[in-house]
T-cell receptor, first 117, second 114 residues
């Protein structure tokens, strides 16, 4: 069974440009989470999609946006890139439970490393 | 609001010694608590999960964690460290709500000395 796959592995952009990162969840998983892992800051919650809808959003500016497609894959868009957006962006998926979402076990991809010059 | 605090960004122990990684949480409702491990150039993988069934939770690779409500702690331990345990460890919290996000701590890098 394929795990969570993310593309591209590495991406280099310049300030002001836009970046698009993609994520394919594990087959059968309906929830997709995005996290930013900047150096020394741990994982910062960005976005959570379930069944095509945005369910929760972290404390990030609106230039961070995303969507989830009917096949449950997802993309994260970062507009007007700033130097501090340089980070590893991790995508995770979960089955999407009928119980409390706080109990969801996340399966992570290896990440997309975004470098902004 | 939920949060987790991991005490110590870097912990170094000798091979065969006790591993203790500290995590304190804050949650206004009963929490779900997790420990994840991240090896170099890989995504995170689940070590163990607390869901109120038992306060002492056993995970993979010989790790375990104990939920202590009075101390709002969920520390991770392993009796005897192995070189392969060198990695970054993250504590995380989720809550019993309909749209709970899962919040991660800042991580603790574990180094093992030969």
């Amino acid at each position: 069974e394929a795990g969570v796959t993310q593309s591209p592995t590495h991406l280099i952009k310049t300030r002001g440009q836009q970046a698009t990162l993609r994520c394919s969840p594990i087959s059968g998983h309906t929830s997709v989470y995005w996290y930013q892992q900047a150096l020394g800051l741990g994982l910062q919650f960005l976005l959570w999609y379930d069944e095509g809808e945005e369910r929760n959003r972290g404390n990030f500016p609106p230039r961070f946006s995303g969507r989830q497609f009917p096949n449950y894959s997802s993309e994260l868009n970062v507009n007007a890139l700033e130097l501090e957006d340089s980070a590893l962006y991790l995508c995770a998926s979960s089955p999407g439970s009928t119980g409390p979402s706080g109990a969801n076990v996340l399966t992570f991809g290896a990440g997309s490393r975004l470098t902004v010059l | 609001a939920q949060s987790v605090t991991q005490l110590g960004s870097h912990v170094s122990v000798s091979e065969g010694a006790l591993v203790l990684l500290r995590c304190n949480y804050s949650s206004s409702v009963p929490p779900y608590l997790f420990w994840y491990v991240q090896y170099p150039n890989q995504g995170l993988q689940l070590l163990l999960k607390y869901t109120s069934a038992a306060t002492l939770v056993k995970g993979i690779n010989g790790f375990e964690a104990e939920f202590k409500k009075s101390e709002t702690s969920f520390h991770l331990t392993k009796p005897s460290a192995h070189m392969s345990d060198a990695a970054e460890y993250f504590c995380a919290v989720g809550s019993y709500s309909s749209a709970s996000k899962i919040i991660f701590g800042s991580g603790t890098r574990l180094s093992i000395r030969p």
